[in-house]
């Protein structure tokens, strides 16, 4: 079965904090892909990475870095130096396969609300 | 600017009507998908569509009715058989792919049914 755990249900940090949000996810495939959005108050979700299983090498993106290791089918996004505006929900999903193979459709976790106090 | 178009918004109607809520791409992306989502779930995935005139069941589909008769439209139809249909619902579009493409989302219509 495919799964996407985030433990985290609520973050709350005050500005200029370094935060980590967990994602676990459990697949039986060798190729796969992992995916983090963001969702902010206005409700859209927004893309922000994606990794693919044969990827292991660590993104920076600005404030943004994402920490991928296969050997605990861990996906960790880290925001550093966090902002008020980095406020909102973030999901991490995992590519979903059916019959006929990897597919577009995404299995989510249940989301973190992270809150960033001024 | 390319992107998706949901409407309305916000909706609301009352217990044993159907509702249709409209979702509509001109980014020229062959899938769409919707998706609901309640507090504490996560996303979870109503039906999907790779081509016109074509669409699956996702996991929560009972309840739900889509089309595809245009590319750039999929909307969808809660019936009154949804027992729960209070929710916020997410349209989505992607390319084809083989997992890789991400999905493109709508900013959502919140449903109340009371």
């Known amino acids: 079965a495919q799964k996407v755990t985030q433990a985290q249900t609520e973050i709350s940090v005050v500005e200029k904090e370094d935060v980590t949000l967990d994602c676990v996810y459990e697949?039986?495939?060798?190729?796969?892909?992992l995916f983090w959005y963001k969702q902010p108050p206005s409700g859209e979700l927004v893309f922000l990475i994606r990794?693919?299983?044969?990827?292991?090498q660590n993104e920076i993106s600005g404030r943004y870095s994402w920490n991928f290791q296969k050997s605990t089918s861990s996906f960790n996004f880290t925001i550093t130096a966090s902002q008020v505006v980095d406020s909102a929900v973030y999901f991490c999903?995992?590519?979903?396969?059916?019959?006929?193979?990897?597919?577009?459709?995404?299995?989510f976790g249940t989301g973190t609300l992270l809150a960033v106090q001024p | 600017d390319g992107g998706i178009t949901q409407s309305p918004k916000y909706l609301f109607r009352k217990e044993g009507q159907n509702v249709t809520l409209s979702c509509e791409q001109n980014?020229?992306?062959?899938?769409m998908y919707w998706y609901r989502q309640d507090p504490g779930q996560g996303l979870r995935l109503i039906y999907y569509?790779?081509?016109?005139?074509?669409?699956q069941k996702g996991d929560i589909a009972e309840g739900y009715s889509v089309s595809r008769e245009k590319k750039e439209s999929f909307p969808l139809t809660v019936t009154s058989a949804q027992k729960n249909p209070t929710a916020f619902y997410l349209c989505?579009?992607?390319?084809?792919?083989?997992?890789?493409?991400?999905?493109?989302f709508g900013n959502g219509t919140r449903l109340t049914v009371t």
């Open positions: 569509s790779q081509i016109v005139n074509d669409f």
């Open positions: 980014l020229n992306h062959d899938a």
């Open positions: 999903a995992l590519s979903e396969r059916d019959y006929g193979g990897a597919t577009n459709k995404l299995i």
């Open positions: 990794r693919n299983s044969f990827d292991e």
């Open positions: 697949t039986r495939d060798t190729t796969y892909y």
């Open positions: 989505a579009s992607s390319p084809p792919g083989q997992g890789n493409s991400p999905l493109h």
